[in-house]
């Protein structure tokens, strides 16, 4: 039997979860399919989010033939067997997965049949196709970037396999309790496939162990979830809490500079599973709680988070010890946070004024006459590419956001610069006045 996540393909537009962007209503592929005006495209993204699914819902809702490849593992002869079927029966639309793979000898015979129209290429790819996909093929297609699934999207396919008798679960009457569902949505991290493949196996797990009485309620609990998913369920709850606490938990002892602690909860965030959130927490954490004060271990910690999110775990747990430890250890500034929410501050409560003419754009016809950058001082053509002039609106001219702690050298020199720049802000536009 194959895969629930393949069953529940959707068979024409409306049944696509997500990417309402994209299929909605009036959106851009809708109307490409409802006009009968098809052409080539790459849509790109994360994995499990949607691309084979609009392949596939597209096919569905024009009848054509649909056909689906690897560019990287399946050869040129499948191609020409799919360019015969074009030839033969008309429109193939091809999905053509993992198109930044593509080779040239592959693409130089793709390329005419596009132009023809023989054959619509939907490639699908999780690399950015303006820099990963040759100019020949991106010239030929749109392109369209899909977003990440939110909890609410994953809801509705989850319930829509659960309900559907013919291609889903519908006939195993599952109830699915709701820190279950919460704990495989959290699990999924908006990769659909996987989300519903792990409820697939959560249900025929327990339909097998509990007999095959289809007609009473079979009940997936969250302890039957984490186990069918292998992640740890007191990590979760219904409500999200106990993950939002340990991340909490997790930042919290960094900024405390608890070594210890800060690798006890990401040990406990590694055995969830989640490498998602602990990538974009750490990336917060270096800049709101390191900051000025070290301004390399942010970037030490930038290049953990790629690296740990190109290998995946397991062996992601090493860089992310690497950039737990130096954070933990590192000296702590929260200057720049505070230094631009303060300024926010003032934007959202303060009359904040015009911006000073001499600042204004004077990049077109007519600039000179409303006075607009015409006493624009250069700083470049000064000593030192400095030169005191006004910068900020006449109502906010006095304001000082940035108050650095000093806590490092780097920091302290960054504070003796800005004190330094501000006083002879201040004792050259006093002069000029």
Same mark, same amino acid.
């Not at 747990?317 to 690497?322: A, G, M, Q, V, Y």
């Not at 920091?411 to 003796?416: C, F, G, I, R």
């Given at each position: ?74 050869? @040129? ?15 193939? =639309? ?27 290429? =939907? ?20 392109? +369209?970037? !899909? ?36 704990? &495989? ?16 196996? /959560? ?8 007999? @095959? ?20 369920? #007191? ?11 340990? %991340? ?5 002892? =960094? ?7 800060? &690798? ?19 990336? %917060? ?6 900051? &000025? ?14 690296? /740990? ?6 062996? /992601? ?22 230094? %631009? ?47 005191? #002039? ?11 956001? +940035? ?10 020199? !960054? ?19």
């Amino acid at each position: 039997m194959k895969p629930l996540a393949y069953r529940m393909r959707p068979k024409d537009l409306s049944e696509v979860v997500g990417q309402q962007h994209l299929v909605g209503p009036g959106k851009i592929i809708r109307r490409m399919v409802e006009a009968k005006l098809l052409s080539s495209m790459i849509l790109y993204g994360p994995p499990g989010i949607g691309k084979t699914s609009i392949a596939s819902a597209i096919a569905g809702s024009t009848k054509y033939a649909f056909r689906i490849l690897n560019a990287a593992t399946d050869t @040129k002869k499948d191609l020409q067997q799919v360019a015969l079927e074009a030839k033969m029966s008309g429109t193939v =639309i091809l999905l053509l997965d993992e198109i930044h793979r593509l080779d040239k000898t592959k693409q130089d015979f793709l390329l005419p049949l596009l132009e023809s129209g023989q054959i619509v290429l =939907i490639g699908a790819t999780t690399e950015n196709p303006y820099i990963s996909i040759s100019p020949a093929i991106r010239s030929r297609c749109q392109i +369209f970037e !899909l977003h990440p699934l939110s909890a609410s999207d994953a809801q509705i396919a989850i319930q829509n396999a659960l309900k559907d008798s013919d291609r889903g679960l519908g006939k195993y009457h599952v109830q699915l309790n709701s820190d279950a569902e919460q704990l &495989l949505i959290e699990k999924g991290n908006g990769d659909l496939r996987a989300t519903l493949n792990a409820l697939e196996l /959560a249900v025929l797990s327990t339909y097998a162990e509990n007999g @095959k009485d289809t007609q009473n309620k079979l009940v997936i609990t969250q302890e039957i979830m984490a186990d069918s998913i292998q992640v740890k369920s #007191q990590n979760f709850d219904a409500n999200g809490d106990g993950h939002y606490d340990l %991340v909490s938990a997790f930042q919290k002892s =960094i900024r405390g500079s608890d070594t210890d602690a800060a &690798l006890h909860y990401l040990a406990r965030l590694i055995e969830s599973g989640d490498l998602i959130s602990i990538c974009r927490r750490l990336l %917060v954490i270096a800049y709101e709680d390191i900051g &000025l004060a070290n301004p390399a271990a942010c970037q030490h910690t930038a290049l953990a988070v790629w690296t /740990a999110q190109q290998i995946g775990l397991p062996e /992601a747990r090493i860089p992310l010890s690497n950039a737990v430890i130096e954070l933990a250890l590192s000296p702590k500034s929260n200057s720049a946070i505070s230094a %631009v929410d303060t300024a926010l501050d003032v934007v959202r409560n303060k009359k904040i004024g015009s911006i000073p003419n001499h600042l204004k754009d004077s990049h077109y016809s007519g600039a000179n006459k409303l006075g607009h950058g015409t006493d624009y001082l250069y700083p470049h053509n000064y000593t030192n590419d400095w030169i005191p #002039q006004q910068y900020l609106p006449n109502s906010l001219i006095h304001d000082s956001y +940035f108050n650095p702690k000093g806590n490092s050298k780097i920091e302290s020199a !960054l504070k003796n610069q800005y004190k330094k720049l501000k006083v002879l802000q201040e004792k050259g536009l006093n002069n000029r006045r």
